[in-house]
Protein backbone atom coordinates (compact mmCIF):
# COMPACT_ATOMS: atom_id res chain seq x y z
CA UNK A 1 0.00 0.00 0.00
CA UNK A 2 1.64 3.37 -1.06
CA UNK A 3 2.29 5.89 1.89
CA UNK A 4 3.84 9.06 2.19
CA UNK A 5 7.40 9.25 3.48
CA UNK A 6 10.24 10.96 4.37
CA UNK A 7 13.22 10.93 1.35
CA UNK A 8 15.39 7.98 2.44
CA UNK A 9 18.93 6.83 1.41
CA UNK A 10 16.59 3.48 1.21
CA UNK A 11 14.75 4.28 -2.01
CA UNK A 12 18.36 5.54 -4.52
CA UNK A 13 17.68 3.17 -7.13
CA UNK A 14 13.95 4.03 -7.42
CA UNK A 15 14.63 7.10 -7.30
CA UNK A 16 17.06 7.42 -9.62
CA UNK A 17 15.02 5.11 -11.94
CA UNK A 18 12.23 8.14 -11.51
CA UNK A 19 14.43 10.72 -12.22
CA UNK A 20 15.76 9.11 -15.82
CA UNK A 21 11.78 8.95 -16.43
CA UNK A 22 11.30 12.49 -15.71
CA UNK A 23 13.67 13.78 -17.62
CA UNK A 24 12.27 11.68 -20.53
CA UNK A 25 8.85 13.10 -19.81
CA UNK A 26 7.42 14.74 -23.05
CA UNK A 27 4.06 15.11 -21.69
CA UNK A 28 4.68 17.82 -19.26
CA UNK A 29 7.91 20.55 -18.58
CA UNK A 30 11.01 18.59 -16.72
CA UNK A 31 10.26 20.25 -12.98
CA UNK A 32 12.94 22.13 -11.63
CA UNK A 33 13.87 19.16 -9.03
CA UNK A 34 14.59 16.81 -11.97
CA UNK A 35 17.32 19.34 -13.29
CA UNK A 36 18.83 19.74 -10.00
CA UNK A 37 19.69 16.30 -9.55
CA UNK A 38 22.64 14.76 -11.64
CA UNK A 39 21.87 10.96 -11.66
CA UNK A 40 25.10 9.29 -12.42
CA UNK A 41 26.67 11.27 -9.63
CA UNK A 42 23.83 10.18 -7.12
CA UNK A 43 24.41 6.82 -8.17
CA UNK A 44 27.71 7.05 -5.21
CA UNK A 45 25.89 5.85 -2.05
CA UNK A 46 27.44 8.65 0.16
CA UNK A 47 26.39 11.12 -2.48
CA UNK A 48 22.53 10.34 -2.40
CA UNK A 49 22.99 10.52 1.43
CA UNK A 50 23.81 13.94 1.28
CA UNK A 51 21.11 14.27 -1.11
CA UNK A 52 18.82 13.06 1.09
CA UNK A 53 20.11 15.54 3.65
CA UNK A 54 20.39 18.26 1.96
CA UNK A 55 16.12 18.07 1.16
CA UNK A 56 15.29 17.37 5.26
CA UNK A 57 17.35 20.37 5.99
CA UNK A 58 15.42 22.26 3.58
CA UNK A 59 12.46 21.98 5.80
CA UNK A 60 14.56 23.59 8.45
CA UNK A 61 13.67 27.38 8.45
CA UNK A 62 16.95 28.11 10.19
CA UNK A 63 19.15 26.90 7.28
CA UNK A 64 20.64 28.10 4.47
CA UNK A 65 19.12 28.76 1.11
CA UNK A 66 18.81 30.04 -2.40
CA UNK A 67 17.68 33.04 -2.90
CA UNK A 68 13.58 33.07 -3.72
CA UNK A 69 13.88 29.71 -1.93
CA UNK A 70 11.34 29.04 0.86
CA UNK A 71 11.23 26.22 3.81
CA UNK A 72 9.84 23.51 2.06
CA UNK A 73 9.33 19.70 3.60
CA UNK A 74 9.24 16.97 0.70
CA UNK A 75 7.66 13.83 0.97
CA UNK A 76 8.18 10.96 -1.16
CA UNK A 77 4.81 8.52 -2.01
CA UNK A 78 6.15 4.95 -2.22
CA UNK A 79 5.37 1.66 -2.30
CA UNK A 80 7.71 -0.60 -0.62
CA UNK A 81 11.23 0.01 -2.33
CA UNK A 82 9.08 1.77 -5.02
CA UNK A 83 9.44 5.47 -6.06
CA UNK A 84 6.21 6.57 -7.09
CA UNK A 85 5.83 10.39 -6.86
CA UNK A 86 6.97 13.58 -4.81
CA UNK A 87 5.27 16.20 -2.48
CA UNK A 88 6.77 19.54 -1.99
CA UNK A 89 5.04 21.87 0.83
CA UNK A 90 6.68 25.21 0.81
CA UNK A 91 5.98 26.73 4.45
CA UNK A 92 5.11 30.16 2.45
CA UNK A 93 5.11 32.02 -0.36
CA UNK A 94 7.09 35.07 -2.09
CA UNK A 95 5.30 37.00 -4.31
CA UNK A 96 6.62 35.24 -7.56
CA UNK A 97 5.30 31.74 -5.66
CA UNK A 98 1.84 33.71 -5.19
CA UNK A 99 1.79 34.05 -9.10
CA UNK A 100 2.89 30.98 -9.63
CA UNK A 101 3.68 27.49 -7.59
CA UNK A 102 1.84 27.98 -4.50
CA UNK A 103 2.06 26.20 -1.03
CA UNK A 104 2.57 22.37 -3.16
CA UNK A 105 3.80 21.10 -5.67
CA UNK A 106 3.40 17.56 -6.82
CA UNK A 107 4.78 14.83 -9.57
CA UNK A 108 3.80 11.43 -10.20
CA UNK A 109 6.30 9.62 -12.26
CA UNK A 110 5.40 9.03 -15.50
CA UNK A 111 4.86 5.21 -15.85
CA UNK A 112 2.59 5.80 -12.23
CA UNK A 113 0.35 8.36 -14.11
CA UNK A 114 -3.50 7.79 -14.43
CA UNK A 115 -3.59 5.34 -11.63
CA UNK A 116 -4.96 7.82 -8.48
CA UNK A 117 -1.58 8.73 -7.17
CA UNK A 118 -1.67 12.00 -7.54
CA UNK A 119 -5.21 12.01 -5.78
CA UNK A 120 -4.03 9.34 -3.17
CA UNK A 121 -0.95 11.44 -2.31
CA UNK A 122 -2.69 14.78 -1.97
CA UNK A 123 -5.15 13.12 1.03
CA UNK A 124 -2.98 11.16 2.59
CA UNK A 125 -1.26 11.67 5.63
CA UNK A 126 2.54 11.04 6.10
CA UNK A 127 3.58 8.04 7.90
CA UNK A 128 4.92 8.65 11.32
C1 LIG B 1 -0.65 16.03 -12.90
C2 LIG B 1 -0.14 14.70 -12.31
C3 LIG B 1 0.41 14.97 -10.91
C4 LIG B 1 -1.35 13.74 -12.21
O1 LIG B 1 -0.91 12.55 -11.57
P1 LIG B 1 -1.76 11.20 -11.68
O2 LIG B 1 -1.28 10.28 -10.61
O3 LIG B 1 -1.74 10.72 -13.07
O4 LIG B 1 -3.22 11.75 -11.32
P2 LIG B 1 -4.46 10.87 -10.82
O5 LIG B 1 -4.39 9.52 -11.49
O6 LIG B 1 -4.54 10.91 -9.33
O7 LIG B 1 -5.64 11.67 -11.46
C5 LIG B 1 -6.22 12.77 -10.79
C6 LIG B 1 -7.28 13.41 -11.69
O8 LIG B 1 -6.62 14.13 -12.73
C7 LIG B 1 -7.04 13.61 -14.00
N1 LIG B 1 -5.88 13.64 -14.88
C8 LIG B 1 -4.62 13.21 -14.59
N2 LIG B 1 -3.81 13.40 -15.65
C9 LIG B 1 -4.59 13.97 -16.61
C10 LIG B 1 -4.35 14.39 -17.95
N3 LIG B 1 -3.12 14.28 -18.50
N4 LIG B 1 -5.37 14.91 -18.65
C11 LIG B 1 -6.60 15.01 -18.12
N5 LIG B 1 -6.90 14.63 -16.84
C12 LIG B 1 -5.91 14.11 -16.11
C13 LIG B 1 -7.51 12.21 -13.73
O9 LIG B 1 -8.44 11.77 -14.68
C14 LIG B 1 -8.17 12.37 -12.37
O10 LIG B 1 -9.45 12.96 -12.51
P3 LIG B 1 -10.69 12.45 -11.66
O11 LIG B 1 -10.31 12.63 -10.21
O12 LIG B 1 -11.81 13.31 -12.11
O13 LIG B 1 -10.82 11.02 -12.04
C15 LIG B 1 0.95 14.04 -13.19
O14 LIG B 1 0.49 13.98 -14.53
C16 LIG B 1 2.25 14.81 -13.16
O15 LIG B 1 3.14 14.52 -12.36
N6 LIG B 1 2.40 15.83 -14.03
C17 LIG B 1 3.58 16.68 -14.06
C18 LIG B 1 3.67 17.62 -12.85
C19 LIG B 1 2.42 18.45 -12.60
O16 LIG B 1 1.75 18.96 -13.52
N7 LIG B 1 2.09 18.61 -11.29
C20 LIG B 1 0.92 19.34 -10.86
C21 LIG B 1 1.14 20.76 -10.59
S1 LIG B 1 2.40 21.12 -9.38
Same mark, same amino acid.
Not at 31 to 48: I, R
Not at 62 to 74: H, Q, S
Given at each position: $?? =?? *?? /??????????? #? *??????????????????????????????????? %??????????? !??? +???? $?????????? @? $?? +????? %?? !??? /???????? @? *?????????? !?? +? @? #??? $???? =? /???
Amino acid at each position: $MP =EL *IN /PTSRLRVSFLA #A *IIEWRADRDYPVPWFVTDVDPPALVVPSAFDAYVA %RLLRERDEAAD !RAP +GFVP $MTTLWWTDGE @H $ML +GRLAI %RH !RLT /PALEKAGG @H *IGYDVRPSAR !RQ +G @H #ASA $MLAA =E /PAR
